[in-house]
């Protein structure tokens, strides 16, 4: 699974910014501007962001919070490489100065991270593309301290019948369509419209979550549920491996 989603994703790297954007009609920003405000990072706390791509969260944890510690991991080279030119880019940004900063190519589930490293994790458009979310989701609680937070993005299908229809229409006749003007791979863009609908009709996130060890499990839907912010907490009466 590693290898496909590296074919899947070192590919569209140069093209991933523009066709967020492009698709979302720039909402994707708004996204996961609402993320790191739920997950209100504090200052001196240590975050993770896994699958991290070209590190638009790190940046909007350093942006709209007072955190200075972020860690982006990711198994793309492409993605974390675009990562650090963005951070070139954007070092003179008063929110960028003291900032730590550390990038980290490599498998979520073998990146060698030490037990209770960070405070909060967060996911923004990765978890879907992990086939063994049970193992991703006890790795991060193992990576959690006691009472850590757990902050995820990721698309759903909206509950409005009609919007529905309208919005799977757009997912997998449209958005393959001009997936492929844009970066000329027309697979590429379909194994991503592909995966929200199976996501969002084979997945019970919530109960995942709790078998993993997490509680305070709660969803909000975001622009009628094209997208769900989910937000849990590490359940410390059941610890790792327990
Ligand atoms: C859809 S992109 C999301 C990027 C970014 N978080 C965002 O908000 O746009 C998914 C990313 O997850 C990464 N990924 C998938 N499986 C992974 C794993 N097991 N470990 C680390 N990264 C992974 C992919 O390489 C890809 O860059």
């Known amino acids: 699974m590693t290898e496909r989603t590296k074919f899947v994703f070192d590919p569209i790297a140069p093209h991933y910014d523009r066709c967020n954007h492009l698709f979302s009609f720039g909402l994707d920003r708004r996204w996961r501007e609402a993320l790191v405000r739920a997950a209100c990072p504090q200052l001196n706390e240590d975050v993770l962001d896994i699958c991290t791509g070209t590190g638009d969260v790190v940046f909007d944890v350093l942006r709209y919070s007072p955190a200075r510690k972020v860690t982006g991991i990711d198994l793309s080279e492409p993605m974390i ?97 001009f997936g492929r003007a844009v970066t000329g791979r027309r697979d590429a863009l379909r194994y991503l419209s592909k995966s929200i609908v199976h996501w969002h009709t084979s997945v019970d996130f919530r109960q995942e979550l709790s078998a993993a060890g997490f509680n305070e499990i709660r969803s909000k839907a975001l622009t009628l549920g094209i997208v769900t912010l989910w937000l849990a907490r590490k359940d410390d009466q059941r610890p790792y491996g327990s």
Request: a positive charge.
């Open 81 to 177: 490489h675009l990562a650090q030119e963005k951070q070139i880019l954007l070092g003179s940004r008063k929110w960028m100065r003291q900032a730590r900063l550390c990038w980290k190519t490599a498998d979520i589930m073998s990146a060698g991270l030490a037990d209770g490293g960070y405070d909060l994790a967060t996911c923004a458009f990765g978890i879907r593309n992990i086939a063994d979310r049970s193992k991703a989701f006890h790795e991060l609680n193992r990576l959690l301290r006691p009472n850590g937070r757990l902050a995820i993005l990721e698309f759903s299908l909206p509950s409005n019948p009609l919007v529905r229809l309208v919005y799977r229409f757009y997912l997998q006749i449209l958005m393959p369509v």
